[in-house]
């Protein structure tokens, strides 16, 4: 298994990295990092979510030096992914005095030239923003050493080529040029060759795989309620002994905190803990003293423990081998075990790849309702009374009663006092849904409003299919649509609404960014 610190990086940025919570490269950071530490010309091709944006960060940050000219240029299709990007280098150049700034349109450009004049390393923009600085004379590239075409294909996809080509000649020749993609077609391939010097092509191996005999099932969450998600299956699975992998250090300690304040038997296992704690954490789990046991990948490998029942993926691995390495987990001795992925609409595709690439079998499986819950917990209530019922001893409680009794109905002293020893575990929930308002639908559907129309060659069938394959819903759950000039209308039933909205409200269809937000309702006529 490799680690960051086979590369040899500074303290300052191995620092960060660690403050990051990353505990091991991602296998394209993996292969990446050395050769860009090298000086080596790399094309990196894997899908959305694998780290690419570290693969590039980390060496760049460890070779800036403190020369306050621009050294390095990060292209990006749009200005949320200039914003991400810069975020990244923040964090990566935390202890070092390396600054980044991200330049886009839409953005005061006075602001900019301000920033710009300060003296910043390395500056993460929009092609065309980048052009027009150039233009302006407010940015000069002669220092460049090292130019990051991230998301290629993308910025190709919006028509950037020629931007791009005349941002490359604005830097020396002997510059080092890094390509990012998630797929490589033709367009990709013709300039690289173009642009490119001997270019080492990257791509995520996929070794042969043996996926265990485990039986896998993934709910489809929403982002915003992916806790209240989580603890639902959790309640509704009879977990006895589980382990929930999440992707970083941080994201283990606040999932510990949140579990706990729910009153959830859990603790952490990651690898800032010491040996010491690490041996108290498992004992704990292996006693069964914690049910749940939340963990990166790393701390979990060390994990030696047959009756785990349950393998839940909170945060998907970021390739189809660590998904492997993670169910492995359950179901061993001879016993059954279930391994549980949670996907939002962002990371659907990541899971259909993992699905693919394993040739894995998931069940869809649908996050059990508040009502579900609530009925279930009604029920696990109802026996426990039963039991005490039929245990009886019950003459000293009687003696405490006193006249309440005579004073009050018997059926409401019960309820109140259920209402005291469930401690607020029954108490009536609302299901904190989104809420699109009235959006000029039909009763059962919520309509969008999406920001292209005709001009961007739109068929109503590349919306179905865009649609149902981006958000992970049925094509028959898409009503109506009506397609004008310049946007569109689409109707969705209520239960996918949600995440039709998080997995297209910025999105691309046929190769066009789009906006689509919850429509107003129509005026009347
Ligand atoms: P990509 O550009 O390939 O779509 P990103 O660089 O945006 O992917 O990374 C996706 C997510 O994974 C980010 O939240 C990032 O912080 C996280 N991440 C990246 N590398 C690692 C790592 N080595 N360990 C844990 N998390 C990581
Ligand atoms: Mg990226």
């Not at 190709?156 to 797929?183: C, H, N, V, W, Y």
Request: include cysteine; aromatic fraction near 6%; hydrophobic fraction near 40%.
């Amino acid at each position: 298994m490799a680690s960051f610190k086979d590369f040899n990086l500074s303290r300052k940025v191995q620092d960060a990295i660690n403050d990051m919570g990353f505990e091991e490269p991602s296998p394209i950071q993996a292969s990446c990092i050395p050769l860009v530490l090298e000086g080596k010309e790399v094309i990196g091709q894997a899908q959305t979510g694998t780290g690419k944006t570290a693969a590039f960060g980390v060496p760049i940050v460890e070779r800036a030096g403190t020369d306050r000219r621009v050294q390095a240029l990060v292209l990006t299709p749009t200005r949320e992914l200039a914003i991400q990007v810069a975020g990244e280098f923040r964090k990566i150049a935390k202890h070092k005095r390396v600054r980044s700034l991200p330049i886009y349109g839409g953005q005061s450009i006075v602001h900019q030239i301000r920033a710009l004049q300060q003296g910043v390393q390395i500056v993460i923009g929009t092609p065309g923003r980048v052009l027009d600085h150039i233009r302006r004379g407010t940015l000069k590239l002669n220092s460049v050493q090292m130019v990051v075409l991230d998301e290629a294909d993308e910025m190709l996809d919006m028509g950037f080529i020629e931007d791009i080509e005349s941002i490359l000649k604005e830097t020396p020749d002997d510059r080092q040029t890094l390509l990012f993609s998630a797929t490589f077609p033709s367009e990709v391939r013709r300039l690289s060759a173009r642009y490119m010097k001997k270019p080492e092509h990257v791509t995520v191996n996929r070794g042969e795989m043996t996926v265990p005999l485990t039986d896998q099932v993934y709910y489809k969450v929403l982002e915003r309620s992916k806790l209240e998600s989580l603890c639902r299956i959790v309640d509704s699975e009879e977990v006895s002994l589980g382990i929930i992998f999440c992707r970083t250090k941080r994201g283990v300690d606040e999932l510990v905190e949140a579990l706990l304040a729910r009153g959830y038997l859990v603790d952490g296992l990651h690898g800032d803990l010491s040996q010491a704690q690490r041996d108290r954490v498992m004992k704990r789990f292996r006693t069964s003293d914690i049910e749940l046991l939340v963990a990166t990948d790393v701390a979990a490998r060390g994990i030696d423990v047959d009756n785990v029942t349950h393998v839940i993926n909170y945060d998907l691995p970021q390739d189809p081998e660590s998904y492997v390495h993670r169910i492995g987990r359950t179901g061993r001795a001879g016993k059954k075990g279930l391994a549980i992925s949670l996907a939002t609409p962002r990371e659907f595709k990541l899971l259909k790849q993992i699905e693919r690439e394993t040739g894995a079998k998931m069940e869809a499986r649908e996050v059990p309702s508040l009502a579900d819950v609530a009925e279930r917990q009604a029920e696990v209530w109802r026996n426990r009374i039963i039991e005490a019922i039929q245990g009886g001893s019950l003459g000293h409680f009687r003696a405490i009663l006193g006249n309440v009794i005579d004073e009050y109905d018997p059926v409401d002293v019960a309820c109140a006092a259920l209402k005291i020893a469930s401690a607020g575990e029954l108490e009536k929930r609302e299901e904190e849904d989104y809420n699109f308002g009235d959006t000029g639908a039909k009763p059962g559907m919520v309509r969008f409003f999406i920001n292209v129309g005709r001009n961007a060659n739109i068929s109503p069938s590349d919306l179905v299919r865009t649609i149902s394959e981006e958000a992970g819903v049925p094509g028959q759950t898409i009503g109506k649509i009506d397609i004008f000039d310049r946007f569109t209308f689409v109707e969705v039933e209520q239960e996918s609404a949600p995440f039709v909205y998080e997995a297209l409200r910025k999105s691309r269809i046929n190769g066009s960014r789009v906006n689509l937000e919850p429509a107003k309702p129509r005026a009347r006529r």
